[in-house]
């Protein structure tokens, strides 16, 4: 083994030059592949750093004081908000009803139906219906960037008058909040027009529902909360929607039982690790073994 | 030794490297055309949502636009009847224009939104029928007015003859205005049905429904009397009739309507028939006393139709027939070069002499007519690149049914030749460029390899130069531009103002869209103009107010004239 303790210079030991450039190259190339391998492509992830992931919405929670409810991060006591984006099954029922017991908010983003189960264990009766709402009150070159008003009050949607939606889906039951103009339809066959079986109509995009003394709000449009939904300047009231849902004493942002938690490929490896409660400790014992390692053998 | 070695080593890379970029860059020129290997357009959508940073922001509103157009339609109708009811034909007439105009920018709107399989078409259907029955109702009842007068003169001027020809007038006219308010008004429960679907307040269409049904009986009232008092004064010639005959008495486009009669008694052979009112025909009865006339169906209304044969004095009674509804089929093609072609059939039959509308974006470019055999071609005259266009039929003066072809991509070329021929010699110029620069690197690696010493001047010499042009330069760019006298855009303005203030109104649009920088300024909307300038409130407030003239009908009296144009006059300083 040669020692890397070389003299570079007449009057004293160091490192010589190449091996230090060798040295940042390959904690370059480490911070690179590491930072690529922990994210992914994943729909609404918050690993995904891209248009369609949450990535940013996330940053903007933290940012804000909201606490993301992660493997890895002990739910809040009892947050008086609780929002849960595009939930599959009904894991997080008990944090919901213990926030609505305490007369908290619920805010659950769905289109694809994956959180009428969990709508349903709550006995509510409000449900997502899939499919396409299109309109041709469109805010971008495509009827399903969808313009909706705001219908009635809640304090979520204080100042908010106009939303862009994004592929929403519709809902059932509720009190509507937010519905589109009567010029909509549910582009069942995706041609992009109102055909056969299409009825113009207004659709609910966002609806409340009374439950013990909480309140939850369903959001037809996981979207809402996409990146690329945060990319366009100017977009009517959807970042003062965002800023209001987050903006409470205790706010909880959903990361386990919905899509942001989702990861794929190498991500999932890495954040499987990651969220081991005992990793980190395997981490820090690893890495006292190379320093050591490195002192015995003289490297540093 | 070494120096030799080095030099031996470095002097030929050089040029082998610059060999090596050449060839690369020969290999990938074929590829600049289309860079494709990832594009924020490739990666646009998912199921779950569009990518709407690489959309164009449109901001549409098209239901602000749409439900109250529909109101203003029936507003238009209802005070277009009250008018007829209150004979008050001079209105009547501007009511009728604006209710037209409306609707066909309601039709136009219905198109651009392809909403053709929609509700909306539903109710774009039954108002393109009520267009037809009022359209019908003003004609009918503006000379069933006009008949007062003329008895009134050929009663003074005691002439019988023409007595009767008044009332036979008369009578035809009643037939066709009763018919037409029956039509209206069964359409009434189903239009109202389908326009408290979209929330459209219907008071003013039901007023002009109940208008309607009393300007019908009025007109039966006035008709009745005035029969019982010509037939009291001047009673009917005994020694002469004539007799008249429709067959078939339902046609559709394309058939063939036979009117037959015979005179008897003696007098004139010849013969006048008279279609709703209107002489049709002048002919000679045969030797029996026998005539015949054959007409195709082709332009005329939807609807019922009379008919009379009058000879010498001595008048038929007043059959009717009806004409049906045909459906027809548009097709569209681009021919290329920016041309279009199709073809207008009713079921196999060609429409022929028609117009047909070709829309981009909802806004008419070109009318065509078709041919002998229902074909029509021609250029747009649409600006260079794509377009999606749209042929439509929705003539009220054929008895045919509104369609429109699917839309068709239109690919309008460059309309410089030279740009063409420079396109052919772009790869051989790349080429020759690359091999210059090969020749021209190598040529300047040798020639440095003794690194000798520039001449003095040729250094000083370069700084002079270069002022030099540079002041020529500046003294070139700042000459002054040449001034105009007359503004063409106020030009434009002006001349369509008297006519067609929508139209007007578009020409200083364009103007600002130009202005604000936008691409092809003419096929520009205002969303597009709202967008490029997102926080120019008063930009916003002229926008607004031009889109309520041009898709919502409003007509904009003098002082909003001068708004108008006062706000363009400095939104188009501040711009500038």
Redesign the interface.
């Known amino acids: 083994m040669v020692p890397l303790r070389v003299s570079s210079s007449p009057g004293g030991a160091g490192i010589r030059p190449s091996l230090l450039i060798a040295c940042l190259l390959i904690l370059l190339t480490l911070g690179a592949a590491g930072a690529h391998l922990q994210a992914t492509s994943a729909?609404?992830s918050r690993f995904n750093p891209g248009?369609?992931g949450t990535a940013a919405f996330f940053s903007l929670s933290e940012s804000l004081g909201a606490v993301i409810h992660s493997p890895n991060v002990a739910p809040h006591d009892q947050p008086d908000r609780y929002i849960l984006i595009a939930p599959d099954g009904t894991d997080a029922e008990p944090i919901v009803r213990g926030v609505l017991a305490a007369g908290g908010i619920v805010i659950i983003a769905d289109?694809?139906g994956g959180a009428n189960e969990l709508l349903e264990a709550l006995g509510l009766e409000m449900r997502i219906r899939p499919g396409n709402v299109s309109?041709?009150?469109?805010?971008?070159?495509?009827p399903?960037?969808v313009?909706a008003t705001v219908s009635s009050n809640h304090s979520v949607l204080q100042g908010v008058e106009t939303l862009?939606f994004?592929?929403p889906s519709s809902i059932e039951g509720g009190e509507p909040l937010v519905r589109t103009?009567?010029?909509s339809?549910i582009d069942h066959d995706g041609d992009?027009?109102?055909?056969?079986g299409?009825?113009?109509?207004r659709y609910t995009l966002m609806a409340s529902e009374k439950s013990e003394i909480g309140d939850v709000i369903l959001i037809a449009d996981?979207?809402l909360f996409?990146s690329?939904?945060q990319?366009?300047r100017?977009?009517h009231d959807n970042q003062r929607l965002l800023f209001n849902l987050l903006d409470s004493d205790s706010v909880m942002v959903d990361a386990m039982y919905g899509r942001p938690a989702d990861a794929d490929g190498p991500a999932y490896l890495v954040h499987t690790v990651k969220s081991a409660p005992i990793s980190s400790i395997i981490v820090i014992f690893l890495l006292m073994m190379v320093v050591a390692f490195a002192f015995r053998r003289q490297i540093l | 030794m070494k120096r030799g070695r080095d030099s031996k080593h470095t002097l030929p890379t050089l040029p082998a490297i610059a060999v090596a970029v050449c060839i690369f860059l020969l290999l990938i020129t074929p590829h600049a055309a289309s860079p494709a290997l990832y594009t924020t357009e490739s990666d646009a959508f998912t199921a779950m949502h569009d990518r709407v940073s690489v959309l164009r922001q449109l901001s549409q509103d098209s239901t602000g636009v749409a439900l109250p157009l529909m109101e203003e339609i029936f507003a238009s109708s209802g005070t277009l009847v009250l008018n007829i009811n209150l004979k008050d034909f001079e209105s009547a007439e501007k009511d009728l224009d604006e209710y037209l105009a409306r609707s066909r920018q309601f039709d136009n709107m219905v198109i651009r939104l392809d909403m053709s399989q929609s509700d909306l078409e539903e109710w774009r259907r039954l108002n393109a029928q009520n267009r037809e029955d009022l359209t019908s109702l003003f004609e009918d009842t503006q000379r069933f007015s006009e008949l007062k007068r003329l008895e009134i003169e050929y009663r003074d001027a005691d002439n019988p003859d023409m007595l009767y020809s008044v009332m036979y007038e008369g009578e035809a006219l009643r037939s066709r205005i009763k018919e037409t308010v029956s039509s209206y008004e069964g359409r009434n429960e189903e239009m109202a049905g389908v326009s408290e679907r979209f929330g459209v307040a219907t008071d003013d269409y039901t007023q002009s429904v109940e208008d309607a049904l009393a300007v019908s009986a009025s007109v039966e009232d006035e008709q009745e009397e005035r029969s019982t008092e010509i037939r009291r004064v001047v009673p009917p010639r005994a020694d002469r009739s004539i007799t008249i005959g429709v067959e078939p008495a339902e046609v559709r486009y394309g058939d063939i309507l036979t009117i037959s009669g015979r005179i008897t008694g003696s007098g004139s052979r010849d013969v006048a028939l008279y279609l709703d009112s209107r002489l049709l025909w002048n002919g000679t009865v045969t030797f029996d006393g026998t005539y015949l006339h054959r007409m195709r169906i082709a332009m005329i209304r939807t609807g019922m139709h009379t008919l009379y044969a009058t000879s010498d004095g001595v008048f038929s009674d007043v059959p009717v027939f009806r004409v049906i509804q045909s459906p027809t089929s548009v097709t569209l093609s681009s021919s290329g070069g920016g041309k279009v072609s199709g073809l207008l059939l009713s079921g196999d039959i060609p429409v022929r002499n028609a117009p047909v509308r070709i829309l981009s974006a909802g806004r008419p470019v070109a009318t065509l007519t078709t041919d002998e055999d229902g074909r029509f071609a021609g250029p747009l005259g649409l600006p260079e690149g794509d377009h999606r266009v749209v042929a439509a039929f929705d003539d009220l003066r054929y008895p045919l049914e509104p369609s429109w072809s699917v839309e068709v991509l239109v690919h309008v070329p460059p309309r410089k030749e030279g740009q063409e021929i420079g396109a052919i010699l772009l790869y051989p110029l790349v080429v020759l460029m690359l091999f210059a620069a090969v020749g021209g690197g190598i040529w300047y690696l040798r020639s440095r390899r003794p690194l000798p010493t520039p001449p003095a001047s040729f250094l000083e010499e370069r700084p002079d130069d270069t002022e030099e042009g540079l002041a020529d330069d500046i003294e070139t760019d700042l000459s002054p531009l040449p001034e105009s006298d007359s503004d063409p855009v106020l030009e434009a303005y002006h001349a369509a103002a008297g006519s067609d203030y929508p139209d007007a109104l578009r020409h200083l649009f364009i103007s600002l869209a130009g202005a604000a920088g936008l691409q092809n300024p003419s096929y520009a909307t205002a969303g597009d103009l709202r967008v490029a300038l997102p926080s120019d409130t008063r930009m916003h407030a002229w926008l607004s107010a031009y889109e309520r003239v041009l898709y919502a009908g409003q007509i904009p009296q003098d002082k909003e004239r001068e708004w108008f144009l006062s706000e363009y006059l400095l939104l188009r300083e501040v711009l500038a």
Do not use: H, I
Not at chain 1, 192 to 196: E, K
Not at chain 1, 198 to 201: P, R
């Open positions: 729909e609404l248009w369609n289109e694809d309109s041709v009150d469109m805010e971008f070159a495509s399903r960037t313009r862009v994004n592929r103009s009567v010029l339809w992009g027009s109102p055909g056969s299409e009825e113009l109509g996981a979207s996409a690329t939904m990319q366009v100017r977009l």
